[in-house]
């Protein structure tokens, strides 16, 4: 009996397969593994008639119901982009994960349906389970934020060609401090190659509701103000329409704490303030976005929900 309990023993698996992963003989080549996330992800299925249908209810019915009580949305400047067709490319400043669902559902109808979002690949598409997520909520599709991706740029043309819009970041990731940050020429790049206009978009409040290390929603009011559609000049290097992008937005910035004729008086004399804030210490920077991001009172008060 203790011979036969012995052989069983030598038998029984120790920690080894099926426990762990399977070892690979050596002297056989193994093939390179294919991966599935990250940038490698294929997000054509979120773009799909039924998949976007299921979305456009969620975005209209819990996306903007969330956005109300939570953000309490004014928006401008929708007149400006009252005469432009799909595609565009939406670029805005970005201090908060409240950002992209703020502009979504502040859209008009013909883009918020027909609009996918530049999302990092190393954040929002890390896990299998992220991906899908984020592919349906948000129809979004990765981009390498780090370094230039030719995959990247070959997808988003090619989206573009196909009449979707897109909403990027080209600061590249949310703000740490609530200033803006340089703006990269990615968005510059996909519009001057698929021959469409920019939209410069400011938001305003996103970071008071959930900041880069925030792990907690507070509702406050924001303002999302669109401004008038930019396009490449001729012979423009996609680093200086970057430039231009980031001054457009710096001027709906101005715009937004003071008013429209001042913030234009300010970008015809070339003195509208920088999206970067003052060239100063970390103190008078603080102090001074304060005043950046004030609210006057009468505009802080909650809308009310029963109208």
């Known amino acids: 009996m203790s011979a036969a309990r012995n052989a069983l023993a030598r038998l029984r698996p120790r920690g080894g397969f099926p426990y762990t992963s399977p070892t690979w003989p050596r002297a056989v080549e193994r093939p390179p593994v294919e991966r599935t996330t990250g940038i490698e992800y294929d997000t054509e299925w979120a773009r799909r008639y039924s998949v976007r249908l299921a979305r456009a209810v969620v975005l209209d019915t819990v996306g903007k119901g969330l956005a109300k009580v939570v953000a309490a949305p004014v928006v401008s400047g929708v007149d400006r ?34 609009s996918i979002v530049a999302a990092a690949a190393d954040y929002f598409f890390d896990r299998r389970w992220k991906s899908v997520m984020w592919a349906f909520l948000l129809n979004a599709v990765p981009i390498e934020r780090n370094r230039p991706s030719p995959k990247s740029a070959r997808t988003f043309l090619g989206l573009l060609q196909d009449g979707w819009s897109l909403v990027i970041y080209p600061e590249g ?66 680093r200086e329409f970057a430039v231009r992008i980031e001054r457009a937005i710096s001027v709906l910035a101005d715009e937004h704490t003071t008013d429209w004729w001042r913030a234009r008086r300010r970008a015809a004399a070339g003195s509208t303030p920088a999206l970067g804030g003052p060239d100063a210490g970390a103190w008078r920077r603080t102090w001074a976005l304060r005043d950046h991001l004030r609210t006057p009172r009468a505009q802080r008060e909650w809308p009310n929900l029963r109208q």
Not at 87 to 106: C, Q
Not at 188 to 217: C, E, F, N
């Open 81 to 114: 982009i009252a005469g432009v067709a799909n595609p565009v490319v939406f670029a805005a400043n970005h201090a908060s994960h409240a950002d992209t669902p703020l502009i979504l559902t502040s859209l008009p109808e013909r883009f918020r349906h027909r």
């Open 173 to 238: 990731g949310r703000s740490p401090h609530g200033w803006g940050q340089r703006h990269t020429a990615g968005a510059a790049y996909l519009a001057q190659r698929s021959g469409v206009p920019v939209v410069p978009i400011h938001l305003a409040g996103t970071r008071r509701i959930l900041p880069k290390d925030g792990h907690r929603l507070r509702p406050s009011r924001t303002y999302v103000t669109f401004g008038t559609p930019l396009s490449p000049a001729e012979g423009e290097d996609p």
